[in-house]
């Protein structure tokens, strides 16, 4: 099946500061999805994003399906941009909508 | 207000007992999912339904069952066979059918068996 590879798995940060997440994929794909998960467990949508770029407020995501990868782009960081960001997708061959994750990467801003 | 809800939050159970994770949504979406969430991983596909009274096995859905009689409503059973079974469980639904509909996500429900 496909694979989801997402890096870093860690980052530190402190508030104001900029950064990028990447999701690396296997296969092509019929849709990719960008998840903050907070520290209460919910799964908040950032992005639905199979190709091209997207962006709400500091926030915004690329994806080159060609080259098999999607970046998430955080902007002057927050405290509450904390967690853990997942991307997801379901892979092209899939006849259902199954999304396979990433491990994640695990974001803590400091004050 | 429209959305996925899940009951309970949190749900204690003996060792040897089945167990049902409540999922409900009022999006009118078609299709509902089943995840299952391990500390410091990524979530799992246990089982998925595009439509009523139909639904697909997941990457690891032995040891779980699912019943889909309403639209609204898909619960999940965990059973005596799960080998593993405390997790976090998170239900999603899709208003459309396929590998094109964007999932969104229930609050979760926290399993634990001892």
């Known amino acids: 099946g496909i694979q989801v590879e997402q890096s870093p798995p860690d980052l530190i940060l402190q508030e104001g500061a900029n950064s990028t997440l990447r999701c690396n994929f296997s296969d092509s794909v019929n849709n990719l999805q960008w998840f903050h998960q907070n520290p209460w467990g919910q799964l908040i949508n950032l992005f639905y994003?199979?190709?091209g770029t997207k962006q709400n407020g500091r926030l915004s995501a690329t994806t080159v399906a060609t080259e098999r990868y999607s970046l998430l782009y955080i902007s002057s960081s927050q405290t509450t941009d904390s967690g853990v960001y997942f991307c997801?997708?379901?892979?092209?061959?899939?006849?259902?909508?199954?999304?396979?994750f990433g491990e994640g990467t695990q974001l803590t801003v400091n004050p | 207000d429209g959305g996925i809800t899940q009951s309970p939050k949190y749900l204690f159970r003996k060792e040897g007992q089945n167990v049902t994770l409540s999922c409900e949504q009022n999006?009118?979406?078609?299709?509902m999912y089943w995840y299952r969430q391990d500390p410091g991983q990524g979530l799992r596909l246990i089982y998925y339904s595009q439509i009523v009274n139909d639904f697909q096995k997941g990457d690891i859905a032995e040891g779980y069952s699912v019943s889909r009689e309403k639209k609204e409503s898909f619960p999940l059973t965990v059973t005596s066979a799960q080998k593993n079974p405390t997790a976090f469980y998170l239900c999603?639904?899709?208003?459309?059918?396929?590998?094109?509909?964007?999932?969104?996500f229930g609050p979760g429900t926290r399993l634990t068996v001892t």
């Open positions: 994003i199979p190709s």
């Open positions: 999006l009118n979406h078609d299709a």
């Open positions: 999603a639904s899709s208003g459309r059918q396929g590998a094109l509909g964007e999932q969104y």
């Open positions: 997801a997708v379901v892979a092209w061959e899939t006849s259902g909508s199954r999304l396979t």
